[in-house]
């Protein structure tokens, strides 16, 4: 038999790193930025503006133009090859909107406006307090649903707290990726963002249960095999089905964010990464986490020792 | 071919075959007389904002926060907008209450946003006009002196012009009153200085003639100068209801709106963006679906052949409902269903997978077939229950003004597992019957077709 979850301490190095990098990361951002995360104006209030020009727009020159407009607080970025500007600024009253795209057309020519958001900061809190109320609201969901799903099972709190324990190791490290995503492409946390990681995290439970609930039929059909033994083979049997189901979830998120439209494209990248990782911490994490609570090796996670003895 | 499995196909053709009907582009709609009851409904898809281009404004009451807002009157603010975004000529507009003090405007296609901002927040023009000899009825649309009615407003009634008297800015207050004698409701107003000598002075010129008092070109009444009124204040009287007087004496008042209000919130989106979204998205939902196909196919041969066919009945189901309800469709909307589609296709996942193991380990074909539905069921139910619960926080989050693009994501992602359970189950259960029924001992010495 294949031996998956003899392995486990790479696993665990690979997941501490992982974590390390992702704290590292918003610990980063947080000193240099003064913010681990970027957040959006759904969250901050503000305003944004979209453009689309004939020629590449210098984006030092139209920092210039909004400074003069009276945002120097303003940020630019430049899309595809130039041609489209994403102004983000303070938020901005239609006027004031129209005499900017004026002058930033004086530079460039025509424009077309491509989208133009303005959120007022009442809206932003009251999306802050929503968002706040949503994640609040999953988390406990979740911890009620584990619960349900392990009701009539012995030692259920050890499958519980390994579900929980591999939640926020997913949290995490996405937190950690959407940073550093923020930190090189000035991606930002908008509310598709909450919505991407609240999804990902039911989903990537779902995983974790499928292959506890494969553990818990095996330990009483095979009473007499070692509990190591009997989780790399329940391991095994359900490897079969989350593939499969992780490559068609991949199809159809890679289709999106490669042909869809540039407005989902952060939000399904986001639901893909957190997809893989959870997926990932699912097998490799949750499970043989559940591996050291079960044989008392907590001393013992990182040390080669173990996993020699145990091959 | 068991009874049960039969009876279950011909359901299922049928359904199919309407969902196909519905799905199908440029349907006619729905037409169907049965005696005294008539359904007419036409079927198209509602495409969101974000798809066909437009803008959405947030508008609140500009009052001290702890004011009350008198329900009335907002209701009031929520009419008069509605006309207004009528007026600008747009095509299936969405004018409505958010809670106490707020009003969500969403106008698709709009042409020029700063324009239709300006319509939505001006006061209103209010005119009192000489209408010579004749009573206009409430309604009318005329040009004054001041101009004609808006661009996009509709045009006026007559060529006439008319000659602007006084406008709103002379005028101090108004109030309802009850005549002692029968109780009927009357209109009490009264103009500043500069207006009541003006108001003075035509009304002792012009005694039996018409006065009419218009909002944004469009008459709102039309009383008869009964006698010259030198102070200033004067009365309507006429044949109307208490209602009546009180959204004439509303509008007297406060111009067109009787609350002020301010924008919280403005999003537009390009017909560009979104022309462009669709047609992006609809491509890259025909590439992942197909590739799911093409995997479902190769990886589990003829289950998965079956699971394919149970899969195209999804998405017309699916793109049925939409129609039907119907959900207005966003780009995180399309991304939610597309998620169920991944939704569906893991509960046949689930089932093939338990399938094949049950077969390995030496089960016959009937067998391994009941126990890879009936095993993995309390998954799937499980899994789908979680989605569901998902996206009930989610749509609650989307409930707020600033995720609004949310709550198509988990309307969209909710009714598509829904519907998986009935396609990705029962549909496939009873493919796989008829086929491996079919097909018999052939599926014994064929193996491979099995995928294993």
Redesign the interface.
């Known amino acids: 038999m294949f031996t998956l979850i003899q392995k486990r301490r790479w696993y665990f190095m690979i997941s501490a790193v992982l974590l390390v990098l992702s704290l590292g990361t918003l610990g980063y951002s947080w000193i240099t930025r003064g913010s681990p995360l970027i957040l959006s104006i759904d969250f901050t209030g503000g305003s944004l503006l979209e453009l689309a020009f004939d020629e590449p727009v210098v984006p030092e020159r139209a920092r210039g133009i909004l400074e003069g407009a009276g945002f120097p607080e303003a940020t630019v970025q430049t899309v595809a090859e130039g041609r489209q500007i994403v102004v983000r600024a303070r938020q901005m009253e239609m006027t004031e909107k129209e005499s900017l795209t004026e002058a930033l057309e004086a530079a460039w020519g025509e424009s077309t406006e491509l989208r133009f958001e303005s959120v007022g900061p009442v809206v932003g809190r009251e999306t802050t307090r929503a968002a706040i109320m949503a994640i609040l609201a999953s988390s406990v969901a979740i911890l009620a649903f584990i619960a349900f799903a392990f009701r009539r099972v012995p030692n259920a709190i050890r499958y519980g707290v390994c579900a929980i324990t591999k939640m926020f190791h997913d949290v995490i490290i996405l937190l950690g990726i959407s940073s550093f995503l923020g930190l090189i492409f000035h991606w930002e946390i908008d509310a598709l963002f909450l919505t991407a990681l609240v999804t990902v995290v039911g989903f990537s439970i779902q995983d974790v249960i499928v292959v506890f609930d494969r553990i818990r039929e095996n330990s009483t059909k095979r009473r007499n095999e070692p509990y190591e033994t009997l989780v790399n083979r329940s391991l095994l049997e359900t490897l079969h089905r989350s593939l499969a189901t992780e490559l068609n979830a991949m199809f159809v998120m890679i289709a999106i964010i490669f042909f869809g439209g540039v407005t989902i494209r952060h939000f399904m990248t986001i639901m893909l990464l957190g997809m893989l990782t959870g997926t990932y911490s699912s097998l490799f994490f949750a499970v043989p986490l559940l591996v050291v609570w079960q044989q008392r090796e907590w001393g013992r996670i990182f040390s080669p020792r173990q996993a020699a003895a145990a091959t | 071919m068991r009874q049960q499995d039969g009876r279950l196909l011909i359901l299922i053709v049928i359904i199919a075959a309407f969902s196909a009907w519905v799905s199908w582009p440029n349907n006619p709609g729905i037409n169907v007389r049965i005696g005294e009851f008539l359904v007419e409904r036409n079927i198209d898809v509602q495409l969101g904002l974000?798809l066909q281009g437009g803008m959405q404004v947030?508008l609140?009451a500009d009052v001290p926060e702890d004011e009350e807002v008198d329900p009335a009157a907002m209701e009031a603010v929520r009419g008069i907008i509605e006309n207004r975004v009528d007026g600008l000529g747009v095509a299936e507009p969405v004018v409505q209450a958010v809670g106490a003090r707020r009003v969500v405007v969403e106008m698709p296609g709009i042409q020029d946003?700063?324009r239709a901002?300006?319509t939505l927040k001006e006061t209103g023009l209010l005119e009192f006009i000489d209408t010579g000899t004749v009573a206009l009825p409430a309604g009318t649309v005329v040009q004054t002196t001041m101009g004609g009615p808006a661009l996009g407003q509709e045009p006026p009634d007559s060529d006439a012009v008319y000659r602007t008297v006084l406008t709103g800015r002379n005028l101090r207050g108004a109030a309802v009153n009850f005549d002692p004698g029968t109780g009927a409701p009357s209109i009490a107003f009264e103009f500043d200085s500069e207006g009541g000598a003006i108001f003075g002075a035509h009304t002792a010129a012009n005694v039996g003639r018409y006065m009419s008092i218009v909002l944004d070109k469009v008459i709102i009444s039309s009383p008869q100068i009964t006698t010259a009124i030198p102070e200033g204040r004067g009365q309507i009287s006429g044949n109307f209801g208490l209602e009546e007087a009180r959204s004439i004496v509303l509008q007297l008042r406060y111009g067109a709106l009787p609350i002020p209000l301010r924008?919280?919130?403005?999003?537009?989106?390009?017909p560009?963006?979104g022309a462009?979204?669709v047609e992006?998205?609809t491509?890259?939902?025909f590439?992942?679906?197909i590739?799911?196909l093409t995997?479902?196919l190769v990886?589990y041969r003829l289950p998965g052949l079956l699971a394919c066919i149970a899969l195209i009945i999804y998405a017309l189901i699916t793109l049925a409902t939409y129609k039907l309800i119907p959900v207005t469709l966003t780009?995180?909307g399309?991304?939610g269903f597309?998620?169920s589609?991944?939704m569906a296709?893991?509960a046949n996942?689930?089932i093939f997978?338990r399938m094949r193991?049950e077969l390995r380990q030496g089960r016959t074909l009937q067998r391994s077939v009941e126990y890879g539905f009936r095993r993995a069921w309390s998954?799937i139910l499980?899994?789908n229950?979680?989605?569901w619960?998902?996206c009930v926080?989610?749509w609650?989050?989307?409930?707020?003004?600033?995720?609004s693009?949310?709550k198509g994501?988990?309307v969209t992602?909710a009714l598509g597992v829904a519907t998986s359970m009935f396609t990705a189950i029962t549909v496939t259960r009873t493919f796989v019957h008829i086929a491996f029924d079919l097909a018999g001992d052939r599926l014994r010495e064929r193996r491979w077709l099995l995928g294993i």
């Open positions: 974000d947030l609140e946003p700063e901002i300006e924008v919280l919130d403005t999003r537009a989106v390009g560009t963006l462009e979204s992006k998205s491509r890259a939902g590439i992942g679906l590739v799911v995997f479902m990886y780009l995180p399309i991304a597309l998620l589609v991944g296709v893991d996942i689930l997978e193991e998954s499980d899994s229950i979680s989605v619960i998902t926080i989610l609650w989050f989307g409930n707020s003004f600033g995720a693009m949310v994501f988990a992602l």
